[in-house]
């Protein structure tokens, strides 16, 4: 028998209901679609199951929330993306053919593909889960370190929240799932694409792998001549999401390359720079404003999908914020 959400706490993703139910069949078969194989042992007869699940599915990635209500082992034979999972509320324990892993407050799980997990859940535990497809997450990989990957990537299996670039993976998740419950008509595609791609760059950097080394060595400097073509090529694209791959493409030098030469030259990154072209032009159209203008509108055209940081970035920028700008413009008129 389904409940009513209502009567429960508010849960992450409530826009994004999978599965509302006390079923076990329709669990199974719920998070079967994601986890082929995925299968399930009740803990206690006298507590029913009372689930919610709650998924977004991005490009390259999903996120996802879910409670069951009860203690269960679950049993994932193949996984078939890389995951994050860690708690919104108690504890949990994972078995892998490497050993095991607690999750709870400090500590989380990261899964790759083609392994199987065993997931021991506490009465009270809900967990956040953050997916990445393979391919999407070589890609970006690729593109970071300029070197064709050759082994599949693996990472170690727990998520120590107690390391600052590990944690900042989990707010960035979070923030996130954050402006995916706070927007009713949704981020605007530009923005979205970029968050999507920052959230994937740190699961890289954040999280050690067979390719850390890779990652984290000394990266090599870019001629000036490729500084002033992705310069170019972000001026020409200010309207598009900017991808690290598009970057690397036309440099020719990986993006830890061409950051790192931003920063030695510029003072700033390449999204900082794109974040600089943007307002200009946020400016120019709350300067020709109308009566039509919404800052809103404004924002998420030039890929600010969160108006309170768009206010904030406007006025360092400008001096004020960007309805006085607006405001000026239609007294001008």
């Excluded at 300029?146 to 707010?171: C, I, M, Y």
């Excluded at 794109?274 to 020709?288: D, Y």
């Amino acid at each position: 028998m389904d409940y009513d959400p209502a009567a429960y706490h508010a849960v992450p993703l409530r826009a994004f209901q999978h599965l509302n139910t006390s079923n076990l069949g329709v669990l199974e078969r719920g998070v079967g679609r994601f986890f082929p194989g995925a299968k399930f042992e009740l803990g206690s007869a006298e507590k029913p199951i009372r689930v919610i699940a709650n998924r977004c599915q991005l490009d390259g990635i999903a996120l996802a929330y879910s409670r069951l209500g009860t203690t269960a082992q679950i049993r994932i034979p193949d996984l078939d993306s890389y995951a994050l999972l860690f708690s919104f509320a108690g504890r949990a324990r994972a078995s892998t053919g490497r050993g095991e892993v607690e999750i709870g407050a400090g500590r989380g799980l990261i899964g790759s593909p083609s392994g199987a997990v065993r997931l021991d859940y506490g009465a009270g535990f809900e967990h956040l889960l953050l997916s990445v497809r393979p391919n999407a997450l070589a890609t970006k990989l690729e593109a970071m370190t300029g070197a064709a990957v050759r082994e599949p990537l693996r990472f170690a299996e727990q998520a120590d929240f107690r390391r600052p670039a590990t944690e900042n993976l989990r707010r960035l998740f979070m923030f996130l799932v954050d402006s995916l419950d706070s927007s009713a008509s949704g981020l605007d595609p530009l923005g979205l694409a970029e968050l999507e791609q920052a959230v994937m760059v740190s699961f890289l950097t954040a999280n050690d792998s067979n390719y850390s080394l890779l990652l984290h060595r000394r990266p090599q400097s870019a001629a000036s001549w490729q500084v002033h073509r992705a310069e170019a090529y972000i001026e020409a694209n200010w309207d598009q999401p900017l991808t690290i791959e598009a970057l690397a493409l036309v440099t020719g030098v990986s993006a830890r390359t061409l950051f790192h030469s931003f920063s030695k030259s510029r003072g700033y990154s390449p999204m900082d720079f794109a974040k600089r072209i943007r307002l200009g032009h946020a400016r120019r159209m709350l300067e020709e404003g109308d009566a039509s203008t919404a800052v809103t509108t404004v924002a998420y055209t030039c890929g600010f999908g969160n108006l309170g940081h768009f206010s904030g970035y406007y006025r360092r920028a400008f001096g004020e914020l960007p309805s006085a700008t607006l405001r000026r413009s239609l007294e001008a008129s």
